[in-house]
């Protein structure tokens, strides 16, 4: 599904990431933990192509990353990247169904096949009475729900997700690491989980430690 090889990252005179090996399967779920600065964020980036190596390879369901710019590059990762990140980044002037349709209109698929799969996904994570609500008419689990299903709504290969419950309270918190395990079981989705939760860490099939640029540790957890 994903491979990374060697991946290196400098930003000025700071080595933030110094040579990253990587292998995520179809289906699995992975967490990456370790301090501020270890260099989760970065690699979760580079992953997702939202930024690019000094070094190294990328490759998403055997697609060379590196050989696709400007265009190729944003279609690739629309159609195939997922995103969610610790504050949802709805659009407060579209509703919840519009802000999840959103991704799929720009992709070119039709209209009509893309409202009713936002209408499924939305139904799914438990937001059928919140179609046309705006996000701030929605809870704070309401809105980071809305926006996992913005990142389904393309049937991506993969999800990155960065602290996705890092701005939810407790109990919103644990429905959504489990909302998480249901979408991989139901949708057969795959999931790269940057935390700072050690239960949702422990949850993930296999947990990789970050320290200092490198993965230092890889525990299978499953």
């Given amino acids: 599904m994903l491979e990374a090889k060697g991946i290196k990252k400098s930003y000025g005179k700071l080595q933030v990431l110094k ?53 190729d590059l944003a279609r690739f990762r629309n159609m195939h990247i997922g995103f969610i990140f610790q504050f949802h980044n709805l659009l407060p002037e579209f509703t919840a169904l519009e802000n999840v349709c959103l991704p799929g209109y720009f992709g070119n698929t039709p209209t009509r096949e893309v409202e009713d799969r936002a209408k499924e996904l939305l139904t799914l994570l438990g937001l059928k009475d919140r179609f046309d609500h705006k996000p701030s008419q929605l809870s704070g689990g309401e809105q980071q729900r809305a926006a996992v299903a913005r990142a389904l709504i393309n049937k991506p290969a993969i999800v990155f997700a960065d602290e996705p419950s890092g701005n939810l309270d407790s109990q919103n918190a644990d429905e959504l690491h489990h909302l998480f395990f249901q979408l991989r079981k139901n949708l057969g989705q795959t999931f790269v989980i940057v935390t700072h939760n050690a239960e949702l860490a422990d949850m993930a099939d296999r947990k990789l430690e970050m320290k200092d640029g490198l993965i230092l540790k890889e525990d299978r957890l499953v």
């Avoid at 690699?43 to 369901?61: A, C, N, Q, S």
């Fill in 19 to 71: 040579g990253i090996d990587l292998h995520i399967k179809k289906g699995e779920v992975v967490s990456v933990v370790g301090a501020s600065g270890a260099g989760k964020s970065t690699l979760l980036h580079i992953l997702g192509t939202l930024d690019v190596p000094d070094r190294g390879e990328i490759i998403i369901k055997e697609k060379h990353l590196q050989a696709l710019k400007g265009n």
